[in-house]
């Protein structure tokens, strides 16, 4: 018999610029604090539900640069 493994949001290997900010905090809510340092205080925003981690710290004035050294940080959490 095949065991089935649910993805309960936890362990997510690799956050990505597409991804939503809500289903990152839900998934690897150490990232706050990084998103925060950032200047992205959306974190618990509505918006947050709707939005990309991309499209958010667009809106927050982040560069492309800015965006990948954040989400690189967020990367090099454990979990």
């Not at 597409?18 to 925060?36: G, L, T």
């Amino acid at each position: 018999m095949k065991k089935v493994i649910i993805d309960k949001g936890v362990g997510i290997t690799k956050v990505t610029k597409e991804m939503n900010i809500r289903d990152i905090m839900h998934k690897k809510p150490d990232a706050a604090p990084i998103m925060i340092e950032h200047g992205l205080h959306c974190v618990g925003c509505m918006a947050a539900q709707f939005e990309s981690l991309a499209e958010g710290a667009r809106a927050h004035g982040l560069t492309e640069k800015e965006i990948d050294k954040m989400i690189d940080k967020i990367n090099k959490l454990k979990g």
